[in-house]
């Protein structure tokens, strides 16, 4: 059975730092891309960033790509989502999803398997 598993969220001061860690279990992911998304209440589910896990490349939304950085331990089959400079506005439930293949892919509807989130709240 497919599980992943979000840690790592918790509540921060705008201009910190956090580390989610997505932990993958159920089957190989190598040909598998995972992807991190957010949502914030009232909000439709959006994408933050992706790896794709055969080779490493890494894919980011224009907003968060310099504060944000996606990547992936092999050996414990963990996807990580490292945020700096947190904002106010970073404020959501985050999610780690996979879908199989190597595609870039953004749409949430695209992946198929997901954990059941983490929270992330910015105090400013």
């Known amino acids: 059975q497919v599980q992943l598993v979000e840690s790592g969220g918790g509540l921060v001061q705008a201009g910190g730092s956090l580390r989610l860690s997505c932990t993958t279990s159920?089957?190989?992911?190598?040909?598998?891309?995972m992807g991190w998304f957010r949502q914030a209440p009232g909000k439709e589910r959006d994408f933050v960033a992706a790896i794709r896990w055969i080779d490493g490349r890494t894919y980011y939304t224009d907003s968060m790509e310099g504060r944000f950085t996606i990547s992936k331990d092999n050996a414990k089959n963990t996807v990580y989502l490292q945020m700096n400079s947190l904002k106010p506005e970073d404020t959501a439930t985050y999610y780690c999803?996979?879908?199989?293949?190597?595609?870039?892919?953004?749409?949430?509807?695209?992946?198929?398997?997901w954990g059941q989130g983490t929270r992330v709240t910015v105090s400013s």
């Open positions: 159920g089957r190989t992911f190598s040909n598998y891309f």
């Open positions: 999803a996979a879908r199989y293949g190597s595609a870039d892919q953004r749409h949430a509807t695209a992946y198929n398997y």
